[in-house]
């Protein structure tokens, strides 16, 4: 590394949303002075955001973790009392979303004594970086802008930038993706010292991305700011964010997890340091960084922005991070966000995120407010090998149908998604048995079916979600009608998709035809199908006043 330059509290990178949707760039510094002005971050794509918004979680935690809304010594973490910790959590919390910025002065005053260390080019201690990484794998520009992710032996045919634009980036596009591939890097990188473990592809690549989005940046990073685990538990140690300690050298490092936020937010999955010339970057070296087990009663339960799986025996499997699925509506996943028992043997164990929303609305909230979640869904290829595609989705509820004493609300409102699902495959069967009757191929059965159900009723069950709130939730009657409205709304739209399908099916179909192997032949028709069809159909939604 050659001299210092481009310091990111000082410096334009962080790419921001106004109200009037055109984007800002900013330093680290002025957004976490002034994110109340903006909507939400705005760089290139949903993964690099969420790469950068941990980055503004952790420097706010690290700030209001050890001074309160005055910039007074007072660390969470050296208060003894379990109780009184939580109380102090939630009052700091208050005060700083009450005031509905972040306190200059606090801010400025961390900021000026810790200066030198977000030098993004430094020869000593480059943020988020690591000199000795010189001797990693080397890769052009191309690599590191997550939007293509070119290596030097595969050429991307359709990539949306090329020439001089792959090749050379600018230092502060180059700070942004340099987050993004500590965070999601893939495992093709091979290690350079014979025999090490393979730590996986980026920690943050293996989650199921979950964030609480507020009216404005300053919310969002708020809301995600856990002061405690879980909404329960005090953090055991001092924030201690990457950039507060010098870099550590040794690659694909097993170490124990971090339980304080800050360490687990910006934990460097990769030994990174970038190639430089005439204020552009040329490309980077890179390394296997730190790793630890994902299993959850391991520790890894203090990541707070994932959903977590569901596993079937809790006396031979363990709890890990579970990736979104890649297209799924949000509320799909409802039981996996929501909906959990005291019950200490539950297979479920909710994000942390939503713990702490959930706490916040006991605790810190006076009303009844809409709640926003965000999900991101990264897809793989080839055991992590490269990126393949990603996804987002949103869902909003009030805060109230959080809380644990709505538990059986919760649980049913589960059930009925289950009953979409069985539904949307009913659904599919008959298009699928509709296809077969007019000559398709019996081996190439399709989700369509599904698909254009899951497409036809999102909107719906978004709005009827959002009725579950205020005196509702204390109205046995107007709850269970509730409920009937819905079966209603659901078997209608899945006759109005078999009513298409039928009028648009062919004769062929009408008349059947028998198919398949000649010791297990099949006949199917249209009349056999949609008798089927309503038959499964009437089972998951009986009519009103039919018995369940």
């Known amino acids: 590394m050659e001299e210092r330059e481009f310091n990111l509290l000082e410096e334009p990178w962080i790419k921001v949303l106004r109200p009037d949707l055109q ?11 002034h994110g109340q002005d903006y909507m939400d971050l705005g760089g290139e794509n949903a993964l690099q955001n969420f790469a950068i918004l941990r980055l503004l979680i952790a420097v706010a935690y690290t700030i209001f973790s050890r001074v309160d809304e005055n910039g007074e010594k007072d660390d969470l973490v050296a208060i003894d009392d379990q109780n009184d910790a939580q109380d102090e959590a939630t009052r700091r919390w208050k005060a700083l979303w009450d005031n509905r910025k972040f306190p200059e002065k606090p801010v400025l005053d961390y900021f000026k004594d810790h200066h030198d260390e977000f030098w993004l080019f430094d020869p000593v201690r480059p943020f988020g970086q690591v000199p000795q990484a010189q001797r990693g794998t080397e890769y052009e520009a191309a690599k590191l802008i997550g939007d293509i992710s070119e290596s030097s032996n ?5 990539a949306n930038r090329s020439g001089l634009k792959k090749r050379l ?8 993706w340099l ?10 990188a ?25 009216k404005n940046l300053f919310e969002t990073i708020l809301l995600n700011c856990t002061f405690l685990k879980d909404g329960t538990q005090k953090w055991s140690e001092e924030a201690c964010p990457n950039w507060e300690h010098l870099p550590k050298p040794d690659e694909r490092t097993a170490i124990p997890v971090p339980d304080n936020l800050a360490g687990l937010l910006t934990l460097q999955s990769r030994r990174l340091l970038l190639k430089r010339n005439q204020g552009y970057v040329l490309g980077y070296y890179l390394l296997g960084g730190d790793f630890f087990s994902n299993n959850g009663q391991d520790g890894a339960f203090n990541e707070q922005m994932t959903v977590w799986n569901q596993p079937k025996d809790l006396k031979k499997n363990f709890f890990h991070p579970q990736r979104n699925i890649l297209g799924k509506q949000m509320w799909r996943d409802f039981g996996n966000y929501f909906v959990a028992t005291a019950d200490s043997s539950t297979n479920r164990h909710l994000p942390g995120v939503v713990r702490w929303i959930r706490l916040l609305d ?13 999900t991101i869904a990264l897809q793989y290829g080839d055991k992590d090998f490269f990126i393949n595609d990603f996804s987002s989705d949103t869902l909003t509820i009030y805060s109230s149908l959080l809380d644990e004493k709505e538990y059986t609300i919760q649980d049913e409102i589960n059930h009925q998604i289950e009953k979409c699902q069985q539904a949307a495959n009913a659904v599919n069967w008959l298009l699928n048995d509709l296809e077969i009757a007019g000559g398709g191929d019996i081996e190439k059965k399709t989700s369509k079916g599904n698909e254009i159900f899951y497409q036809k009723i999102d909107a719906p069950f978004r709005m009827w979600l959002l009725r579950f709130h205020g005196p509702v939730l204390q109205n046995p009657d107007a709850v269970k009608k509730l409920y009937e409205e819905w079966e209603c709304i659901a078997r ?3 006759l109005e998709i078999a009513y298409q399908a039928e009028k648009d099916a062919s004769m062929q179909a009408y008349l059947g035809r028998s198919t398949g192997k000649e010791d297990n032949k099949q006949f199917y028709s249209l009349p056999k199908a949609d008798f089927l069809f ?15």
């Open 492 to 494: 209608n739209i899945a």
């Open 179 to 188: 987050l993004f591939v500590n965070a999601f890097d893939d495992t093709s």
């Open 534 to 548: 309503r038959g499964n159909l009437f089972k998951i939604y009986p009519k009103v006043g039919e018995e369940k």
């Open 23 to 33: 984007v800002d760039t900013l330093s680290l510094q002025d957004v976490m002075l």
């Open 154 to 158: 595969k050429i991307r045919l359709f």
């Open 169 to 176: 980036v600018p230092y502060g596009e180059a700070a942004r």
């Open 362 to 374: 006991n605790k810190v909230f006076d009303e009844d407010e809409p709640i926003h979640l965000k």
């Open 190 to 214: 091979k290690p350079k010292q014979k025999g090490l473990p393979s730590p996986g592809a980026g920690w943050v690549g293996k989650l199921g991305m979950i964030q609480g989005v507020g």
